[in-house]
C-alpha cells in the first residue's frame, strides 16, 4: 500500500490555491473519495461543509464538482463546526461527510477532513487508497453522463446541529444564572455556539462573531484567548470559553481569566463519569503530550492514562478499539464516545457547565483538579528539503536523546517527534523540576539543530 503524501495527522492542509490546496487537486479528491465510497446501487450522498475562510468559495465547488463527477449527490450546509459534519454524516445516512477548514490555521491556509458513514475520520489505510487512485489515473471515477449527482443546499443544518449538542446536556439543568464569554474565533461556530449556550438559559457575551473571510483565529479563539480572558473579567462572568476556527476543540478560562488546558477538562469528566459510573474501561485515551499530572491525578482515581501519538483520529481509534469512552488532547479536543465520534468543543463546554451547575463551585475550584508538572515544549525548524526521519536517525541526535531518557527516568519524560503539517521537530519534556526540564530541552534543541545544519 502506498504511503500518504497529501493527508496528514488531520486529513489535508496547505496554503489555498497552492498544491495541494488547488481546485484540480481538490476536485480530483472529490473523484477518488466518491468512487471510493461509492458501494450499492443506491444513490450516493456526500455531506460538505465548511469554515469562514475566503478559499472556501474556491474549494466547495470543486469539491462538488469531484463528488457529482463521480456520481455522488451533494448536500452542501455552509459554515458549521466539523463535529456538526460527523453527527450530519450519520443523521441523513450518508456515505460521506466532508469538512472544508483547516482548523486552527489563520485564513490563508485551508484543509479537509473527511468522515465515513459511520461519522468517524478515515483511517489511514482508507486514505492510502484514496490516493492511490489520485495517483494511478483520475479521469476513471467518472460515470455516465445520466449518472451524474446532483447538489443542493440544506437550510437548516445548524438548527439541526443545535439540537443535537443541546440533548447531551443533563436533563432537568439549566444554565440560568451563568454569564459566561464565548469566543467563536470568527469561524464555523459563529452563529451555533451563542445559540446553544442561549437557549439553556446561559447569559452569554459574545466575541469572534464577525467573519469576513480574513479574520477567522486571528486574535481570537483558543490560540488567542487574551480578549476572551479581559471580557471574563471586566464582565464578571463565571466562565469564558474560547472554540478554533472549526470549533472541534476548546479552551477554558476561569472567572479570575485564568487559562485552562484540555487536560483538567479531562480530568473533570473523567472523575464525573466514574462517580456516575458512565466510564468505561476504567481508564481515558489522550496523547503523548499530555501532562503527567493528569496521569498521577487518573492514579489517584484507580483509572488508567492510556496514551497515543498526536492527533485527535488517533486518540479515537484507541478508544474505539479498546471500548473507551473518553478521550482528548491537552489542545483541547475532548471525544465523548456516548455523545460525538471526534472531538466537540461545544458539547465539551456543555459538561463542564454542568459540572459547575452541579457543584455550585467556582470555575477556578471545578477546574483545578491537580497541579500540572512543569512542561515545556520547543521546535526545531528544518531547512527546505530536510528529512526530520533523516535527522532523527542521526547517532549524536540519539546519544542524546538517550542520555536525556536515562536522565528523566522516573521524574519525567521526553517526546520527540516531527510535525505533521510544518518543516519541524518537536521536543517536549516534562518533571517535577522546572530547571532541569528547561536545560534538557535547550541542550536536545541545539544538538538537532547542529545535526540538522
Known sequence: MSSRKLFGTDGIRGLANAEPMTPDTIMRLGMAAGRHFTRGKHRHTVVIGKDTRLSGYMLEPALTAGFVSAGMDVILVGPIPTPGIAMLTRAMRCDLGAMISASHNPYRDNGIKLFGPDGYKLSDAI?????????????????????????????DAGGRYIESAKTTFPRGLRLDGLKIVVDCANGAAYKVAPTVFWELGAEVIKVGVEPNGFNINDGCGSLHPERMQELVVSHKADLGLALDGDADRVLFCDEHGKMVDGDQVLALIAGHWQHTRQLAGGAVVSTVMSNLGLERYLRSLDLDLIRTKVGDR?????????????????????????????????IAALQVLAALVEGRKPASQTLRLFDPVPQLLKNVKLAAGTSADDVLALQAVQQAVAAVEKRLSGRGRLVIRKSGTEPLIRIMAEGDDAKEVDTVVTDLCAVIAKAAA
Open 314 to 346: 488517533y486518540v479515537v481509534e484507541q478508544m474505539r478499539e479498546s471500548g473507551y469512552n473518553l478521550g482528548g488532547e491537552q489542545s483541547g479536543h475532548i471525544i465523548m464516545g456516548q455523545h460525538a465520534t471526534t472531538g466537540d468543543g461545544i
Open 127 to 155: 486514505e492510502s487508497e484514496i490516493e492511490a487512485m489520485m495517483d494511478n489515473g483520475w479521469t476513471e471515477p467518472r460515470v455516465a453522463s445520466d449518472r451524474l449527482g446532483r447538489a443542493k443546499r440544506l437550510e
